[in-house]
């Protein structure tokens, strides 16, 4: 059986987004007024391929002389921790398809082919790498598909405001929203704002571990996979009746809290 092609596309993966386009994951900052900035450094090109969520409960024994076992009382819950990682490059089928060199840029890529030759007997430079694979705009240099500011952008999500003078702290490390679908939340947030009395999720990132793969002529880094850990961050205490799927219209309720449709001409 055939299927329509899925398309990527240059969105947001909302939850509530139809499922018929490939969309893209993206961690934001979040303002402190709750606001939430959108930003292309904040969204993944490719999306990470898994994810792992992790939440204990924390149970206290009481023991209690003569009884069997102890007997146990609940007092708080443990931190909702989530753990993925992300292979960050700006690297696309676009950069296959460059556009057509000028006759001197021909020159140029054909003494780079024969380079050690042409520089061992000729004294002919060899131009770099990237001048001839490095990208689609000629005035980048060479840095279409550098990660720099994507990875300055991830290490910021670990640092606080301070002053001009630094010598007094003035914000803590911004909290962040996760935007994956339905994954971790049914929130539809991108252009809205965390706040208490909503489906509001906020998370803090906790820890950061880049690994560099590739790099650019320039030592630039061109790809690099990235881990990340977020612990949630409780807007406002989470209740359990809030996570139960709510029963399609039009049924009752069934034996062991599961829903029964209707007979036609019930209603």
């Not at 003569?66 to 690297?91: C, H, K």
């Not at 880049?210 to 990235?226: F, G, H, R, S």
């Amino acid at each position: 059986m055939s299927r329509k092609p899925l398309l990527k596309i240059n969105d947001i993966a909302e939850a509530g987004k139809a499922n018929n386009k490939f969309y893209s994951a993206a961690i934001l900052k979040v303002e402190t007024n709750g606001s939430i900035i959108e930003n292309t450094e904040g969204i993944f090109l490719l999306n990470p391929s898994t994810w792992e969520e992790n939440k204990s409960s924390n149970w206290v024994p009481n023991i209690i002389p003569g009884q069997s076992g102890p007997i146990y009382q609940w007092m708080s819950g443990g931190p909702r921790i989530v753990n993925f990682e992300a292979l960050v490059t700006n690297d696309t089928s676009n950069f296959l398809n460059p556009p057509k060199p000028s006759a001197d840029s021909l020159i140029d890529s054909a003494l780079g082919v024969v380079g050690e030759i042409a520089s061992a007997f000729a004294g002919v430079s060899i131009p770099p790498i990237g001048d001839i694979f490095g990208g689609v705009d000629e005035q980048a240099e060479g840095t279409d598909l550098s990660i720099t500011n994507n990875l300055r952008y991830y290490r910021s999500l670990m640092l606080p405001k301070y002053n001009e003078d630094k010598n007094s702290l003035v914000q803590s490390p911004p909290l962040v929203v996760l935007v994956v679908g339905k994954t971790f939340s049914n929130d539809n947030m991108v252009g809205g704002n965390i706040s208490a009395g909503g489906d509001s999720t906020a998370w803090m990132v906790t820890n950061l571990n880049i690994k560099i793969t590739k790099q650019l002529p320039n030592l630039d880094p061109m790809e690099a996979l990235v881990q990340f850990t977020l612990h949630e961050y409780l807007v406002e205490p989470k209740d359990s009746k809030d996570l139960v799927p709510q029963p399609p219209e039009n049924t009752l309720p069934g034996d062991f809290g599961f829903s029964v449709p209707l007979p036609p001409g019930t209603l």
